[in-house]
């Protein structure tokens, strides 16, 4: 099994709908990220948390908020979505401690198209 | 604050060619760099790191020096496959940025046989 999983992996919905993405991981890792990937552009930090009671904004938060409800949960919802918001999302997750903390950890990726 | 830049893609070689990506950074202090690879239909997994200059970082038979005095960590192989084929991502990591991320806009690869 995947340490790290996102649902849905594909998602295509409509100018103004409410969309939440989703990714749980069992590596037992206390910092958890969400980005984006657009062509030539590589993966931009939209939110990150360091731990359960932690939320932090990345370069590119408007229009997106999270919720961590367990360590191991780590939710990006998008309010309202907008036709640019259409991107691939990631998840991510690296360890507080030891000797790999500057390492993260990807999830498979959710496609994302808003209409 | 930090950047990465690394060159534009597509790349494409023949099978056994060699392989070079080149990567650029700017950062305050000294960071962590890193070369993530993206698979087709896949999420990023990290190829290799270097965490102090001079360092050397490989893997499947990819290879990257930190360079300080360049501010570079260029990506090589000697003799690709067509497994090789896939969006190589530059990146750096500063402990002052709470060992956050900061990634180069991706290299696009295509090895054919």
């Known amino acids: 099994d995947a340490d790290v999983t996102q649902t849905p992996r594909n998602r295509i919905t409509k100018t103004g709908k409410r969309i939440m993405l989703e990714c749980s991981q069992t590596?037992?890792?206390?910092?958890m990220y969400w980005y984006r990937q657009d062509p030539g552009l590589g993966l931009r930090l939209i939110y990150y948390?360091?731990?359960?009671?932690?939320?932090n904004k990345g370069e590119i938060s408007d229009g997106y908020s999270v919720s961590r409800q367990a360590q191991a949960k780590f939710s990006l919802s998008l309010e309202s979505a907008i036709p640019n918001q259409t991107a691939l999302y990631f998840c991510?997750?690296?360890?507080?401690?030891?000797?790999?903390?500057?390492?993260?950890?990807f999830g498979p990726g959710t496609r994302l198209t808003v209409l | 604050g930090n950047s990465v830049t690394q060159m534009e893609g597509p790349v494409t070689l023949s099978e056994e060619a060699f392989l070079t990506i080149n990567c650029t950074y700017t950062?305050?202090?000294?960071?962590?760099l890193f070369w993530y690879v993206q698979y087709p239909g896949e999420g990023l997994q990290l190829l290799l790191k270097?965490?102090?200059?001079?360092d050397k970082g490989s893997n499947k038979g990819f290879e990257a020096t930190y360079r300080k005095e360049t501010t570079s960590f260029h990506l090589e192989k000697g003799s690709v496959q067509v497994s090789d084929s896939a969006v190589y991502f530059c990146?750096?990591?500063?402990?002052?940025?709470?060992?956050?991320?900061?990634f180069g806009g991706g290299t696009r690869v295509l090895v054919k046989p």
């Open positions: 991510a997750t690296s360890d507080r401690a030891g000797p790999s903390t500057d390492t993260q950890y």
């Open positions: 590596k037992g890792h206390d910092r």
């Open positions: 948390s360091f731990d359960v009671k932690d939320i």
């Open positions: 950062a305050t202090g000294y960071p962590s």
């Open positions: 270097a965490t102090k200059a001079d």
């Open positions: 990146a750096l990591s500063g402990k002052a940025a709470g060992n956050k991320l900061t």
